[in-house]
């Protein structure tokens, strides 16, 4: 997506000299992680700590409460206030520098070689060494990729993170970017062991009734647009503040109004604490790119899952998308 011709990929051979000849590893997701970034730390991290190395998970917000159920999620730690003497850093499902946080960045800021593993096709390779597959339908399917074929140990707590990363990133391996690959890869993980109910039963079936209460809320903000094609909702302050919603507590929630029939684009709007206002947006047809829209804000993400962090007011930030969304759908002929 980026307009300079993007650095070559490194080679999984050239990423594994990398883990094997250094011994300290710091690995970063992205701000508000989900399950592919939270799942990817913990895959890698749990592999290289299982191969002898000395490794940190630093995410700028923490580990979220959705995901405490994960095995090794313990290890999630908030950015430390001065930097942490390791060789290398590695970023992880993190579309954008920028997009780890300034503290993660600070507290990684020694490190003398960054890797950049990622399937954002916004992603600009911002990494010394990148491995940016945008055909993969997560971040976590590619680790799994990339520590079978390089022969690292897979822990039990690499081979669960594994399974939500890609699980949660497909909409539970329902997205068209899951492939013949993510299921075998499913299936090898199960016959490694993982249990499938009981994994699946923590990741879905486990929301805070506060979550419930937001579905309700944002129900009663809905609106469709008079051809049917976009539906919008939106989550202003007071709702959040009555509710003491926490910011995982919307993750998700936008498929529900993408699952419209006859909607093409659903946009979810929402005010956040430091006054910016996020936007997500899906789309269900190939012909309307919602990276490109993202991109036009400043934001960034896939073809049918993209998002914004853009200034505020939410009235503001709503008519520029909507409009911009528009524009894209009359381009489409849709
Ligand atoms: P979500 O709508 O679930 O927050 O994000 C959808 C996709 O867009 C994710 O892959 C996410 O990483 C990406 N994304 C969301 N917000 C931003 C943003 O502000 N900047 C960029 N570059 N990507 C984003
Ligand atoms: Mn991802």
Request: with cysteine; hydrophobic share 40%; proline share 5%.
């Amino acid at each position: 997506m980026s307009e300079s011709p993007t650095p070559e990929n490194a080679s999984f051979d050239q990423i594994g000299e990398v883990l094997r000849n250094h011994q300290s590893f710091v690995l970063i997701s992205h701000v508000r992680p989900d399950g592919d970034a939270i799942g990817s730390q913990i895959a890698l991290g749990f592999a290289l700590m299982a191969a002898g190395k000395s490794v940190r998970l630093i995410n700028e917000d923490g580990l979220p409460d959705n995901l405490e159920f994960m095995a090794g999620s313990d290890k999630i730690e908030l950015p430390p206030a001065e930097p942490l003497d390791v060789e290398v850093a590695i970023a992880l499902d993190t579309a954008a520098k920028p997009r780890m946080g300034e503290k993660a960045l600070h507290a990684a800021s020694k490190a003398k070689i960054w890797l950049n593993i990622d399937h954002h096709k916004s992603n600009p390779s911002y990494g010394d060494l990148n491995l940016i597959d945008s055909s993969s339908p997560a971040t976590g399917q590619i680790l799994y990729q990339l520590i079978t074929a390089l022969g690292l140990p897979m822990p039990a707590e690499s081979r669960d993170a594994i399974y939500v990363a890609v699980s949660t990133d497909t909409g539970s391996f329902q997205y068209p970017s899951t492939t013949a690959a993510t299921y075998r890869m499913a299936a090898e993980l199960i016959d490694h062991g993982l249990d499938v109910g009981k994994i699946n039963s923590d990741t879905y079936d486990n929301h805070p009734y506060r979550r419930v209460e937001l579905m309700r809320a944002l129900l009663n903000t809905l609106e469709l647009s008079a051809d049917g094609l976009v539906a919008n909702w939106e989550l202003r302050d007071k709702t959040r503040i009555d509710l003491a919603l926490l910011p995982e507590d919307s993750e998700g929630l936008i498929d529900i109004i993408r699952a419209i029939r006859g909607v093409q684009l659903a946009v979810f709007f929402e005010e956040l604490v430091d006054g910016k206002i996020r936007v997500s947006m899906r789309s269900k047809d190939k012909r309307v790119d919602v990276c490109k829209i993202a991109l036009e804000f400043g934001g960034g993400g896939h073809s049918l899952a993209a998002g914004i962090r853009m200034t505020g007011p939410l009235e503001d930030a709503k008519a520029l998308v909507l409009a911009a969304i528009r524009r894209h759908i009359e381009a489409a002929g849709l």
